[in-house]
């Protein structure tokens, strides 16, 4: 590597391997959790971990299978049909920080990672706790 080349987030956390282990590690969290695995349609969880993984990994600089295979990422679009309540983006932030916890990287790589996790998570939300009756209640 030149001095003119600057080394990818992908490459310094340990590239695919890394990912792999973030993903499949947020997962197990995933499958068992009673608020977050209503949202997944799929009986089997492995498609959408593959998406997930591919998405971080072209995000932070790794290969763009992403893209290559599904098109721009378009997050909040892809979210929109599925309830994401403060309380899913909470599990969902507690499953993926036992997974960056876990994940070997250094407390700097985790925390950067974590910013994003956490920005992205809160973008995502798109309803509220509140069962409707009462937001009905409250509007009259």
Same mark, same amino acid.
């Given at each position: 590597m030149? =001095? #003119? %080349?600057?080394?990818s987030f992908y *490459? /310094?956390?340990?590239?695919?391997?890394?990912f792999e282990r973030i993903v499949g590690r947020f997962y197990?969290?995933?499958a068992n959790d009673p608020v977050l695995r209503p949202i997944y349609p799929e009986e089997d969880l492995? /498609?959408? /971990? *593959?998406r997930f993984r591919m998405f971080l990994e072209q995000y932070w600089g790794g290969?763009? =299978? #992403?893209s290559d295979t599904r098109g721009h990422p378009r997050l909040r679009m892809r979210h929109a049909p599925f309830a994401v309540s403060p309380t899913a983006r909470d599990h969902w932030l507690a499953h993926m920080r036992v /997974? $960056?916890?876990?994940?070997?990287? =250094?407390? %700097?790589q985790i %925390?950067? $990672?974590? *910013? #994003?996790?956490t920005r992205a998570a809160q973008s995502l939300v798109n309803t509220s706790d509140e069962p409707a009756t009462t937001s009905a209640r409250r509007a009259r």
């Open positions: 030149t =001095t #003119y %080349e600057q080394q *490459d /310094a956390v340990g590239g695919h391997p890394t197990e969290g995933v492995d /498609a959408a /971990a *593959d290969p763009t =299978t #992403y /997974a $960056l916890d876990e994940s070997g990287m =250094t407390p %700097e %925390e950067t $990672l974590w *910013d #994003y996790v």
